[in-house]
């Protein structure tokens, strides 16, 4: 395994150049869609919604809504790659190749976090006018971005492998992905809900995802961060083992 090979790199940067040459679409649409969410949600539950202690939830909405963009841009990215190369027929040209399965794996996987962390960027830096952040614990922020996109990234990697059409990915993305991002806290704090959802909450491991991330904002979350990263670093670490496990067997894709 050398990720510093001409294969890896020239995957990477196939990867990368794939989203980045439709911007517009990959990057510029889910920051509106964000903006969106900020503006309507902002707007009506401004003053209604109990968050943190000294933070309101215009400021209290924004680290959700970065994180929320970071894990579903990082997902969208490695699954829809391979569900196209899957169905066009040149996802070939990539087994063919000897780069082993921790190569391709790592190259799908950062190309997905850099599409996440871009996007979340982008999201950060038009949202952030519209109310005042700090940056209580910035490493935390980096660590748990960095994470969540890696899980993202994983996760959407698992799911382009197992689909074999457009229509098991939809259902992939629909009933997992999205139900789990909005029900881990990104509108609201989990400590509003009854206590049997406060339970069901800390099934979720998207929820330590982005309560760690808005911890490195206001030093305030609704669990310990170290309890989230510990959470959050087992969760990439089974997933990993997964998809490694997937690419290595040729599991839907040498056939």
């Known amino acids: ?35 969106l969410y900020l503006m309507i949600f902002g707007h009506v539950l401004e003053g209604r919604v109990t968050v943190y202690q000294d933070v309101n939830y215009t400021s209290f909405l924004i680290p959700g809504l970065v994180m929320m963009s970071v894990l579903q841009n990082a997902f969208a990215n490695a699954s829809s790659s391979l569900i196209q190369s899957k169905i066009t027929g040149n996802l070939v040209f990539v087994l063919l190749t000897p780069l082993s399965h921790w190569e391709i794996f790592s190259a799908y996987v950062i ?8 996007v979340g960027l982008g999201v950060f830096l038009v949202t ?15 660590a748990f971005a960095l994470l969540g996109a890696a899980i993202l990234g994983t996760m959407g990697l698992i799911a382009g492998v197992w689909a ?21 806290g990104v509108f609201y704090s989990i400590h509003s809900l009854p206590p049997v959802w406060q339970a069901v909450s800390h099934l979720n491991p998207f929820f330590y995802m982005i309560d760690g991330f808005r911890y490195g904002f206001f030093g305030q979350s609704d669990v310990s961060p ?29 056939h």
Do not use: C
């Open 226 to 254: 170290l309890v989230s990263l510990a959470i959050v670093s087992a969760f990439l670490v089974v997933l990993s083992f997964l998809a490694i496990r997937l690419l290595r067997s040729g599991y839907r894709l040498r």
């Open 128 to 142: 952030a006018w519209f109310a005042h952040l700090s940056f209580a614990a910035p490493l935390w922020i980096l």
């Open 164 to 184: 074999e059409k457009f229509d098991q990915l939809a259902a992939f993305q629909n009933f997992l992905i999205v139900p789990l991002t909005f029900l881990a």
């Open 111 to 118: 190309a997905a976090m850099v599409r996440g962390i871009m």
């Open 1 to 35: 395994m050398n990720f510093l090979s001409a294969g890896f790199r020239t995957l990477v940067f196939k990867e990368i150049l794939r989203f980045w040459k439709v911007a517009t679409q990959t990057i510029a649409a889910p920051i509106l869609t964000a903006m």
